[in-house]
């Protein structure tokens, strides 16, 4: 069963770190371009980047430049979001999706996991 899972949201205060896992079951990630999204309540979702197979061209929103940092671990079958000076804006529902490519679209992504909530507040 091909499945990913989004792991390690929660509440943080505005310029705290979190780091998000996204792990894979059924396939190997290395194999496939990784995208991030996120999706704020009453907003549409927003793409944040994405990561290319075997550590190709990665790239990021710019609203994330510089603060956010993909990153994969091939023996955990598991990739990361590490995010840092965290906003209220970045709050949402955060999400992985596996790709063929870094596509931009999220309809051409075919594998996405659950979703792990972030909160940033005081």
């Known amino acids: 069963q091909v499945q990913l899972v989004e792991s390690g949201g929660g509440l943080v205060q505005p310029g705290g770190s979190l780091r998000l896992s996204c792990a894979a079951s059924?396939?190997?990630?290395?194999?496939?371009?990784i995208g991030w999204f996120r999706q704020a309540p009453g907003q549409e979702r927003e793409r944040i980047g994405c990561?290319?197979?075997?550590?190709?061209?990665?790239d990021y929103t710019n609203s994330v430049k510089g603060r956010f940092t993909f990153s994969r671990d091939n023996a955990q079958n598991t990739v990361y979001l590490q995010m840092r000076s965290l906003k209220p804006e970045d709050a949402g529902v955060y999400y992985c999706a596996a790709g063929s490519r870094c596509f931009y679209s999220d309809s051409n992504f075919a594998s996405w996991g659950q979703g792990t909530q972030v909160t940033v507040s005081s």
């Open positions: 990561m290319g197979r075997s550590g190709g061209d990665t």
């Open positions: 059924g396939f190997t990630l290395e194999h496939y371009a």
